[in-house]
């Protein structure tokens, strides 16, 4: 269980079978209950987590007024490596459990000999320390774009409340002679209501254009599970109306971080990592104005696009007029999982049924040398097995043995090694008066485990097996 899991986490996948083995066995397991803090931003730093089951925050400021959640690492993560690589090995945040949480330890000295002994390890820790870099700083660019939008709208309010103030009467009564006309204050209060009456009406104006010709736009379905499509209304954007490749990646790599306000050096360094500066921005100007041309062929260029938004160097998709099936997915099984955790077992089976309908295919699945859907696609292939596993538990508590089955078995068909899927089938099996097929699921995970990991089954596992062999 543990080797399988440490052989996915990109950090280790490098490793030989035999140095996984060694340190799933080696390194220690600790357990923390949910709220419990690992450990606190300044903190000396002398361990390294793989994080087994649960999940646990990041956070700046902890228990401060500027008290921030920088991310939430989840299942098959690490955090904890960033003390190795500052000065004095301080933790440079706080580091919270979400949810009760199982934990491999491993100390500095144990990590230095790895690092060592597989140089490769420090590649991967680049590579994500830029990943991390680059979500950084987008949400910082996200931040201030909102902080701008704040900023103007406080000073649209302030200059309305200016007005009152600039009454000539009042103004002439306390500072002017009788008679003496103020030219200035009159003529800075005419400018004001001007510019307002001016504003109102554009914004009234661009508000009505605006809905009309948005309510008259077909909306956009992207199906990114399985072979990638999209559509517009009904009908599906045929490949002579894309222009080439890469007004398709550029929307795919769009879609890969989530599709709203992405900076555009984000999408610039996916597509383009090699090219210089200049060169970047003129390929990003060109493929951003053949997609949105794909996308919307009798678009009026006064108006500009209404599927793709490029503001402030950030770029997101419309959402009232476009359908990523990636968000419904994610949607049905934060829902899913909101309903199982009040207890509410039926809603909860609904949505998980909704979330797998929606899972067609892996994400981008023609994309699978793309380093910028990799992410995401192992984030939601492995959402999709948990959610498999979540159905066949529920079903199983309701008493529908063979539907159970049915998802612990599209399970295994997805993942062979997964040890939980197959000590839950080997049990359903066996009470169902299948011993046959119990023993069968047994072998083949076994089979995987050894192809695959180089491992040999779980005790749990061999355990259900030799009771199940004792059955007459």
């Known amino acids: ?90 933790r440079t945040a706080s580091v919270r459990a979400r949810t009760d949480a199982c934990l491999l330890e491993m100390t500095g000295d144990v990590f230095q000999r790895l690092l060592q002994r597989w140089p490769s390890i420090a590649w991967e820790i680049a590579r994500k320390l830029m990943q991390r870099l680059l979500a950084s700083e987008e949400k910082s660019a996200r931040e201030i774009y909102e902080k701008e939008e704040r900023v103007i709208e406080t000073l649209s309010e302030f200059q309305a409340s200016l007005l009152p103030f600039l009454d000539p009467a009042k103004i002439h009564k306390a500072t002017a002679e009788p008679g003496e006309p103020i030219p200035v204050v009159a003529r800075f209060r005419k400018i004001l209501q001007e510019q307002n009456q001016s504003t109102a009406a554009g914004r009234e104006r661009k508000g009505v254009d605006s809905a009309a010709g948005r309510s008259a736009r077909p909306r956009l379905h992207i199906k990114a599970f399985g072979r990638f499509e999209v559509f517009r209304g009904a009908t599906a954007i045929d490949v002579a109306e894309w222009g080439g490749k890469q007004p398709q990646l550029l929307l795919k790599a769009l879609i890969s971080r989530e599709g709203r306000s992405v900076p555009k050096d984000v999408l610039i360094e996916d597509l383009w990592p090699e090219v210089d500066t200049a060169s970047g921005d003129r390929n990003f100007k060109v493929t951003l104005h053949r997609l949105r041309k794909a996308l919307e062929p009798a678009a009026d260029r006064t108006e500009g696009s209404s599927y793709v938004h490029l503001r402030n160097h950030m770029v997101s998709l419309d959402g009232s007029l476009c359908h990523v099936d990636v968000d419904e997915f ?13 207890r509410k077992a039926k809603e909860a089976l609904s949505a998980y049924e909704k979330a797998v309908s929606v899972y067609e295919g892996d994400y981008l699945a023609e994309d699978l040398y793309a380093p910028w859907a990799a992410g995401r696609r192992e984030r939601l292939r492995s959402e999709f097995l948990e959610v498999l596993y979540r159905m066949g538990a529920l079903y199983e508590m309701a008493g529908s043995h063979k539907t159970a089955a049915e998802c612990y078995a599209r399970l295994l068909r997805i993942d062979p090694a997964s040890e939980q899927a197959c000590q839950r089938l080997m049990i359903v099996y066996s009470n169902r008066g299948m011993r046959s097929a119990a023993l069968k699921v047994y072998e083949d995970c076994k089979k995987a485990l050894r192809d695959e990991i180089g491992v040999v089954p779980d005790t749990l596992t061999d355990s259900i097996y030799r009771k199940i062999l004792e059955q007459e």
């Open 1 to 90: 269980m543990i080797e399988r899991l440490l052989a996915r986490i990109p950090l280790f996948e490098s490793l030989p079978r035999r140095e996984i083995k060694r340190l799933a066995g080696a390194l220690p397991r600790i357990e923390i209950p949910a709220g419990t803090v690992l450990f606190h931003e300044g903190d000396p730093g002398d361990c390294f987590y793989v994080i087994l089951e649960g999940e646990l925050e990041i956070i700046k400021g902890l228990n401060t007024a500027a008290e921030r959640l920088l991310n939430v690492q989840k299942t098959g993560e690490y955090i904890g490596e960033l003390s190795f690589l500052t000065p004095h090995s301080l």
């Open 330 to 342: 994610v949607s049905w099984c934060r829902n899913g999982r909101r309903s199982e955790e009040g």
